[in-house]
Structures are given as C-alpha cells and as structure tokens.
C-alpha cells in the first residue's frame, strides 16, 4: 500500500475534508505500483465507506463496507459488522441492520460491542420487538468497554415501559441516576422517571422527577410527559399520597409512559448526546498508527476475552461480574446497581417466551414430534397424537407411515394453535415419500393431529 498517500488521505479526514479523504483512499486503494498487503483492502473499504457516511451516503457506505468485510484477512471485521448495522439502519432496514449487528456482536474482534448492542436495541425497538430490545440495551449496559451505561439504562426503561412494566422501568431509571451525564441526558431521565412513578402511582415521586427535569429552563416536556405531570399534579393537589396510590396502578395510554415520539422511537438520540450536528449511528474514526505497523493495527482490535462474555450463561455472567466486573465498575463509581439487570432480565426472558409462544413455537418442536413419529409408528399413538383425534382414526394416518428415524423435514408453517410439518421420509427401497402432518398445540409441546400423504404437485 501507498503509506504515503495513506497519511495524507488520513489526515484529510482528520481534517474533515471528507470529499478529498475519500478520493484519497479511493487512489490509494487503486495504485497497482503499491501492492496491497493482506488485510489492506480490507482497510481501506472500511475508511472509504466511513468517509460515504460522513458525506451522508450511506447507501454507498454500505457497498464500502461490505467489500471490507469480503477481505478475511482484515482484523477489524467485527466494526465493520456495526458500521453496516448502523448504515442499514439509517435507510430504515432494520431487519438487515439486527443481521449484521448480530455478527458484530459475535465477533470477537469488535472492541466495542456496546454500540452493536445498542444499535440492535434501537432497531428491535422500531420493529416493536421490546423484549428483545431490552435484552439488548442489557447487554450495552453490561459491556465493560461501555464508558457511559445511561443511554442504554434509559432504553431499558423505555422498554419495560413498553411491556408495561413501569415498577422494572423505575429501577432502570433509579439505576442511570448513580451515573454522570450531560444535563439534555438528565432532564430527558428525570422526566422519563416522572412517566414511569406516574405509571405506579406514585404522584409525589413523579411531580419532583417533573420539577428536576425542567429546573433549568432548558427542557420541555413532551406532550405526554405533560399530561402525566399534570396528572401527578393534580393528585397531589387533591391530597393523594403516594401510598394511597400505591395499590392502584395506572393503566399506560397513548404510550403515555413513553419520552419518545409516538411511533415508538428509542430515547437514545445523537444529537442530544454526543453533540449537535452528530451522525444518526455509530462509525468509527480512521485509526491513527502509524500504516507500516499494519498488524499492530489488527492486534488492537482483538479482545479474547469478549468471546466468552457473550457465550456464557446468565449465571455464569453473575459470577463473573462479581469478580473483575465488580472491581472495574467501582474504580469507575459504578458500583453494583448493574447486577440488579441479572434479575430484571428473567422478565424480558419471560416475555421472549411469551412472544416465541403466539408464533407458533414450543417444546419438544414440531420437528421433534416428526421425527418421533417416523423414529417409530408402530408406537405412535401413545406417544405422538393429540388426545382429542379418533383413537379408531389412527391405524389408517399411520398405516402409509414408513419407518425413518432420519426423516427430512422439508418445511414448516406457524401458528399459535396449529401447525402442519411437510416432511420426507426415505423407504428401506430407496424410494422418497411425502407426507403432510397436521399439528395442534398440547401445553407447550405440539400433538400431532392427521397425516397424509402429500403430493406437492396437487397443493
């Protein structure tokens, strides 16, 4: 690679000549006399694509950045990963922006996590999915690399204020307060913490939460933080303590509990915290080593140690947090309000099931089921049919029933209720045969309901 012109295309961006960083990476990127070294390419993709996104073209960006990530030689791939993430989120592509967050997360050569997390939080949240976005905002918070946990503490509020939740989204925000932040960021929590003591019935709580958050004439409640406020007001005013109200909570409406634009939007908003005119996502700036000590630069990113924190268990990440984490967030004067997230989270676990559950999910699944069936038909109807089928019905659904106990299952479709499997199963003749099975939710579990054959060319 030309170092030379790599330092100038460097401090260009430096700079914020943008337009002449780009076309100087582009030229590096091009110059056949200099032979890229591996990982190069990878490099510089990646500082082109920071540099689309910095001129507001994150559709180029992504083009950029998805070369990066084509160089496996390039140790920075899990940023990368991020990057995409937040360019397809800024299109409005949330599904594709959860995908690559999810890879960024996954790689261990991402040193910061917390922004892939925090991204795929923003994005559940779009799409409605607040479980899942909490799990998100969780694992932000609990990122060591995290250097200011309050954004995704704030989400997770937003989140269980979402589920309905408003007791869970008070800790969350009694959590944030123990940390410094800038007075936009404070006065959006206290006013969020007023909505969710609004919520539980608590009216004196919520009018000081109010108060705080409009003591210094530069925050304005949002429509409906100002209809909660008046709402505390006026119970206070009319002698209504907050243990009276305590038995009685309040019943969320117009997403009343909610600091954020109706359609659902995170509290997490760059322009408020990280300064006006800031990007919609997260990027990362070039780095600035010097371009001979190429693999100095890869080892930089490289973090071991992130791998087994995203595979553990919950229990296991306790344990761990109670040893270095514990001592790292009390250097920081974090203390140990964090662990309160090891309890809270078993409620948006709960919620996830919940949600797996109406989408037609169980335990054992329907394929289990399946292949229980063929593992054995002769034992099938004890085993596999719904209480509710003709027990004089069953000799004639399984008598076409071959033995498999490696049947394929070729296809699925959901519901709540009922389901029905399209399976292929192989005869001791090496011949194929399809079957349709229909299934009825028992519990948790799934009982099979009818089988037939099945001709795809009839459907």
């Not at 790599?6 to 780009?22: K, M, Q, S, T, V």
């Not at 503490?153 to 989140?159: F, K, M, S």
């Not at 019935?201 to 008046?230: N, R």
Request: aromatic fraction near 10%; include cysteine; glycine fraction near 8%.
């Amino acid at each position: 690679m030309n170092n030379e012109l790599f330092d100038r295309a460097n401090e260009r961006y430096r700079l914020r000549d943008y337009r002449g960083a780009l076309m100087a990476f582009t030229e590096c990127l091009q110059d056949t006399s200099f032979p890229l070294a591996p990982g190069e390419m990878g490099l510089l993709y990646h500082q082109i694509g920071n540099c689309l996104v910095k001129l507001k073209n994150p559709s180029e960006a992504i083009q950029a950045y998805s070369q990066a990530t084509a160089d496996p030689a390039y140790g920075a791939l899990g940023t990368v990963e991020c990057n995409l993430g937040m360019a397809y989120a800024s299109l409005r592509d949330y599904e594709n922006a959860i995908r690559y967050f999810e890879k960024s997360v996954g790689d261990a050569t991402n040193p910061t996590p917390y922004k892939s997390y925090m991204g795929m939080g923003n994005a559940l949240m779009k799409l409605g999915k607040s479980a899942e976005a909490g799990v998100a905002f969780r694992e932000a918070a609990l990122d060591e690399a995290n250097p200011d946990p309050t954004k995704a503490l704030l989400n997770l509020g937003v989140c269980f204020m979402a589920l309905n939740r408003p007791a869970d989204a008070v800790a969350s925000y009694e959590s944030a307060l123990q940390f410094d932040m800038v007075p936009a960021t404070r006065n959006k929590l206290q006013a969020s913490l007023g909505q969710a003591y609004v919520a539980c019935g608590q009216m004196e709580k919520a009018v000081h939460a109010f108060e705080e958050a409009i003591a210094d004439k530069t925050y304005f409640l949002s429509d409906s933080a100002s209809v909660d406020y008046q709402r505390a007001v006026g119970a206070v005013a009319q002698g209504s303590s907050e243990q009276n109200q305590a038995t009685q909570v309040l019943q969320l409406a117009d997403m009343s509990g909610l600091d954020v634009a109706a359609d659902g939007t995170s509290v997490y908003d760059e322009a408020v915290y990280e300064g006006e005119g800031a990007e919609p996502f997260y990027y990362d700036e070039p780095y600035e080593a010097d371009p001979a000590s190429f693999p100095g630069y890869v080892g930089a990113y490289e973090n071991p140690d992130n791998d087994r924190f995203f595979t553990a268990t919950d229990a296991e990440l306790e344990q761990w947090s109670r040893g270095l984490a514990k001592q790292d967030r009390k250097r920081r004067n974090v203390g140990l309000k964090i662990l309160l997230f090891f309890v809270i989270v078993i409620v948006l676990a709960a919620a996830a099931g919940v949600f797996a559950y109406t989408q037609g999910y169980g335990y054992p699944t329907v394929q289990d089921v399946t292949k229980e069936l063929f593992a054995d038909p002769a034992a099938a109807p004890d085993a596999v049919f719904s209480a509710d089928v003709d027990t004089s019905a069953i000799p004639a659904m399984i008598e076409p029933v071959v033995t498999d106990p490696n049947v394929v299952v070729d296809g699925v479709n959901r519901s709540m209720t009922e389901s029905t499997v399209y399976a292929t199963a192989t005869t001791e003749g090496g011949g194929a045969i399809q079957y349709r099975i229909s299934m009825v939710r028992d519990g948790i579990s799934w009982k099979v309901s009818n089988v037939e054959l099945y001709f795809p060319s009839q459907a």
